[in-house]
């Protein structure tokens, strides 16, 4: 039976619900460092010596703008997994998991290849991804939609930089 109060159901805080919010916040976080075997290797010499556009952010905000959105990720996920159930679940699930394998992917695009076209290619299937789990969550949990915003925009922005970052070194 799908939840629709936190308030009124104290599942939230149940044993299932911990476990389920402790199993997003692995995968989400273990995406993160799956794409991180591919960036941290690459950063030096490969990326530092790319040109790249006047609006590229320092490097240490990566880190901090990912682990917020990983985090936002995870609670949307969580949400969406403890208000749901049947083919409604095993359908958010499944967005959600494939935008979560095209991110994991990104990295592996443009670091791992050091392939600005493949990264460009990757993340235009990402956004695509991550608008239609947004469009997938919305029905089951407003919040857990929203949560996506932010990440959505990011990854709007890294698709412009991306971009930016192939013309400069085409």
Known sequence: MAMTSTASHPRWLSG??????????LACFGASQLGA???YPNLAPWY??????WFTPPNWLFPVAWTILFAFMAIA???VA???DGAERRRALIA??????????W??????AQSPLLGLVEIVALLAAILWTIVVF???DGLAAALLCPYVLWVSYAAVLNAAIYGMNH
């Open 77 to 79: 996920v969580w949400r």
């Open 37 to 39: 075997l591919a960036t």
């Open 96 to 105: 959600f998991g494939m935008q979560l394998a095209l991110n994991i992917g």
């Open 48 to 53: 530092e010596g790319l040109a790249k556009p």
């Open 82 to 84: 403890m208000k749901s």
């Open 107 to 112: 990295s592996f695009a443009f670091f791992g």
């Open 16 to 25: 299932r619900s911990l476990a389920v919010l402790a199993a997003a916040t």
């Open 138 to 140: 919305r029905p089951i």
